[in-house]
């Protein structure tokens, strides 16, 4: 069992950045793949960006290559996702996901992102 916690959403301009933090407790990051995902008002849940142990490679959504980056801290299980060059589209809630191989079984709560134009 992993229990995911985000934080570090709040309300920025655009242009501005913002750094998310994705906390796990009851189980290490370092399996199988975690990932980070959005949701904006009246849309579907949408992937941001993801890092998968296994290869070692990291991979972003074209809607945010090049403005986000994920990083991880191993020795605080915390994952980040840094966002610059953020714009009014960008405005969701964002969610961290763990996959243990079978799929995205765990989530966090979410934390609100809102960017102002």
């Known amino acids: 069992q992993v229990q995911l916690v985000e934080s570090g959403g709040g309300v920025v301009q655009a242009g501005g950045s913002l750094r998310l933090s994705c906390a796990a407790s009851?189980?290490?990051?370092?399996?199988?793949?975690m990932g980070w995902f959005r949701q904006a008002p009246g849309k579907e849940r949408e992937f941001v960006g993801g890092?998968?142990?296994?290869?070692?490679?990291?991979y972003y959504a074209d809607s945010v290559k090049g403005r986000f980056t994920i990083a991880r801290d191993n020795a605080k299980n915390t994952v980040y996702l840094q966002m610059d060059s953020l714009k009014p589209e960008d405005t969701a809630v964002y969610y961290c996901?763990?996959?243990?191989?079978?799929?995205?079984?765990?989530w966090g709560q979410g934390t609100q992102v809102t960017v102002s134009s």
């Open positions: 009851g189980r290490t990051f370092s399996s199988y793949a």
């Open positions: 996901a763990v996959d243990y191989g079978l799929g995205w079984g765990y």
């Open positions: 890092h998968r142990w296994s290869t070692d490679n990291t």
